[in-house]
């Protein structure tokens, strides 16, 4: 390893061993972080990241990591040309062991120990054929290209590369129209949610909907053409079927409803996890910072990668979308580090905000909305008050998104969903306010719809995740509320014509007088209705972590609309009014919201019960809109086996929860925000039984 000691021959030592660095560090830290990051394109989707964005990290990994590994070890040379030397081959040892720990992970099962034989043994072999071999060193330096080679297949050959190109767009002449379009997509909302078995709505516990079906037509058959999101909102901006495994951005979707209206309109497009609104119509998309958050992640996945214990997981894994009931998620490779639902701030009322106030009335406007609700994490009571789930039960299973065979469990899943809807329907009456006050809502053109549904059926897939079959449970996720109220309508309708998602934006343009400059795959909801009952149906596969469009079939409607019927929201909700209804859906309803000291109580305790986190019970603040929410406990198996747990808070009986059929020792409940109140709680709970025709609770003692 001989050298000139002069002071150019040691800057040319030191450019070579910047080289192999370069070299290690491509394949050690660059290319197995792009090759994650270049299959998740949501990843840059869900942050808002531009082109400019998604270049610049794949340089900072393929140049920080080799600056900084070279810049510790360049201080060597404080030390004399021989400690720099064997500090190089250190280096370059090191980095060896890391990269053949990375690639041993990924060829065989063994973890841990092994792994760590495996990356010492290859780091003290490889810097001592490092010290020995001029070759070695060569090679080295001649795959410092390598760093460029993986950011071009990063750039230009993976799905990310969609995300490079501008989007052109449709425009369309509109004429003389200046017709308001107002569109708002909710998620994962199925119509037997709304609906009850009589085919109405439920206006007791949405008033909301129910005044906007007084105006507006209500297609009660509308399904979704497909059951993922990134897929199901391009069916709806575009009237398009799903094509190809496509990153739903402007570039891949050109034509859609902004583009159309974008040369004429004034357009606010409030995409959640899509972006077909190019920049020059709706502008920076991004949601603050995005090249920090994106390198912080980058580290995360990294540690995991090289960590020689655990699995890895990519971002898609933690951004495809999450199940509703967000914790009641049980993954094997659950990654809790970014959950866009939360960091992206789409379920959060702001959000919302934000729409209302771009509602002004003035001119040409189309206000799009797409807001992640009633879509899990569940953490909202009608009257906005937020909960944690954070110590939920599991009901779910892998990302298959199955149900667990305990309906107790399920049943509860599917109220706390209910429970979302009903502070939805607080925003969509909010929201017909709004134009109402701006003057705007009788010549507007207003359309609430859904992206797809979801399904409570114990055993079954909740989101139809199965790719190349049609779940049992497909009814309750392609069955999704429609209402479209065209300028002028004064007087709702209800209609069972056969109507998919892609014939909302043909019905836009129908009303507004505009001729779709492109082919469209849906139609005009004011044409000839779609003959027959069958519709089109694209499932899709979460099993791999991936959004991926699945196989077309075409179902049943006729069934799917008796299925969902026959699953509507009076088969969970109890008796009484609104405001209790869905509180009375165990067993014994009659207790729920009256006060224990009324009711027969043994006089000997029982037990012991073990809450789960109690001390939320003394810290709930329901004046600054949070409270505990779900009380969850384990009781030892010989109490009462199978007896129901009936829980009060200050006095009242707030619920009775079935025991989970798991362990027959575990049981959980939601109980009414407003019997929390602000510091000390009092929460008591007790065995449910009943005694020559008699209700008897026994208390059960706190452990």
């Known amino acids: 390893m001989a050298a000139s000691a002069t002071p150019v021959g040691r800057v040319r030592e030191e450019g070579g061993y910047f080289l192999e660095i370069l070299a290690l560090t491509a394949f050690a830290f660059a290319q197995p972080l792009l090759d994650v990051f270049g299959r998740s394109p949501e990843t840059f989707v869900f942050r808002g990241a531009g082109p400019r964005d998604i270049v610049l990290f794949a340089l900072v990994l393929g140049l920080v990591p080799p600056l900084v590994v070279g810049g510790c070890a360049v201080l060597a040379n404080w030390f004399g040309r021989d400690v720099r030397a064997l500090v190089q081959a250190v280096v370059v040892g090191a980095l060896f062991g890391v990269l053949l720990l990375v690639v041993v992970k990924k060829l065989v099962d063994a973890r841990g120990r092994f792994l760590v034989a495996v990356a010492v043994a290859g780091a003290i072999g490889f810097g001592a054929l490092y010290r020995r071999a001029g070759s070695v060193r060569m090679w080295l330096r001649y795959a410092s290209v390598a760093p460029l080679a993986f950011a071009l297949l990063f750039l230009f050959a993976s799905p990310v590369s969609q995300l490079l190109s501008v989007g052109g767009g449709a425009s369309a002449d509109v004429g003389s129209a200046d017709t308001p379009v107002v569109v708002l997509v909710l998620d994962e909302f199925p119509t037997n949610s709304l609906m009850r078995t009589d085919g109405t709505i439920d206006a007791e516990l949405f008033p909301g909907f129910a005044e906007i079906a007084a105006d507006a037509t209500w297609y009660r058959n509308s399904t979704a053409t497909a059951l993922r999101t990134s ?180 049943r509860l899943g599917r109220q706390r969903h209910l429970l979302q809807v009903q502070y939805v329907d607080t925003l969509v009456t909010r929201l017909l306010e709004r134009l109402r006050d701006q003057g705007v809502y009788d010549r507007a053109m207003v359309v609430v719809t859904a992206d797809h549904g979801i399904a409570f059926q114990p055993g079954e897939s909740s989101r139809g995740a199965d790719k190349d079959r049609v779940e049992p449970s497909w009814p309750e996720i392609a069955y999704a509320p429609l209402f479209v109220k065209p300028p002028g309508q004064q007087e709702g309708a209800v209609s069972d014509e056969n109507v998919t998602s892609v014939d909302i934006l043909p019905s836009i343009a129908d009303y507004l007088g505009i001729e779709l400059p492109w082919d469209v795959d ?135 929860s079935s025991r989970f059929s798991r362990s027959r ?39």
């Open 665 to 703: 020792s575990s049981f959980g409940l939601l109980p009414p925000d407003f019997l929390w109140r602000d510091g000390q709680n009092d929460v008591s709970c007790y065995i449910v039984r009943t005694l020559a025709g008699s209700v008897e609770l026994v208390p059960l003692r706190r452990s």
């Open 231 to 410: 897929f199901a909102v391009p069916a709806i901006l575009t009237g398009r079927f799903p094509h190809d495994n496509v990153v739903p951005v402007a570039s891949t979707y050109p034509a859609n409803l902004f583009t159309l209206l974008g040369g004429s309109y004034d357009v606010h497009g409030g995409e959640a996890v899509t972006r077909l609104c190019p920049a020059r119509v709706c502008g920076d998309a991004s949601h603050g910072e995005v090249i920090g958050p994106l390198l912080g992640q980058a580290w995360d996945v990294w540690t995991e990668l090289s960590s020689p214990s655990g699995v890895e997981s990519d971002p898609n894994e933690t951004l495809v979308e999450e199940p509703a009931g967000g914790h009641f998620t049980e993954r094997a490779d659950a990654d809790p580090r970014f959950d866009f639902n939360k960091n992206l701030r789409n379920t959060t009322p702001a959000r919302f905000e934000e729409f209302l106030a771009g509602i002004d009335g003035s001119g040409r406007s189309l206000d799009f909305l797409h807001l992640i609700l009633p879509h899990g994490p569940f953490q909202y009571y009608p009257s906005g008050v937020q909960y944690e789930d954070d110590d939920a039960p599991s009901g779910r299973r892998s990302a298959a998104d199955r149900w667990t065979t305990d309906e107790a469990v399920v």
């Open 522 to 656: 849906g139609r005009s909801v004011r044409g000839e209705p779609r003959p027959g009952t069958d519709k089109v149906l694209y499932t899709s596969n979460t099993a791999t972590g991936r959004e991926e469009p699945g196989s077309r079939y075409a179902v049943d409607g006729a069934e799917g609309a008796r299925v969902v019927r026959a699953a509507g929201v009076d088969t969970l909700r109890g008796v009484g009014d609104a405001q209790w209804a869905l509180y009375r859906i165990g067993p014994f309803p009659e207790l729920v919201g009256q006060p224990a000291a009324g009711l027969t109580v043994a006089a000997e305790a029982t037990g012991p019960v073990d809450l789960k986190q109690p001390e939320r019970f003394d810290a709930a603040t329901p004046t600054e809109g949070r409270v505990p929410g779900l009380i969850f406990g384990n009781l030892d198996a010989g109490v009462e086996p199978g007896a129901p747990v009936a829980c009060a808070i200050n006095g009242t009986i707030a619920g009775v």
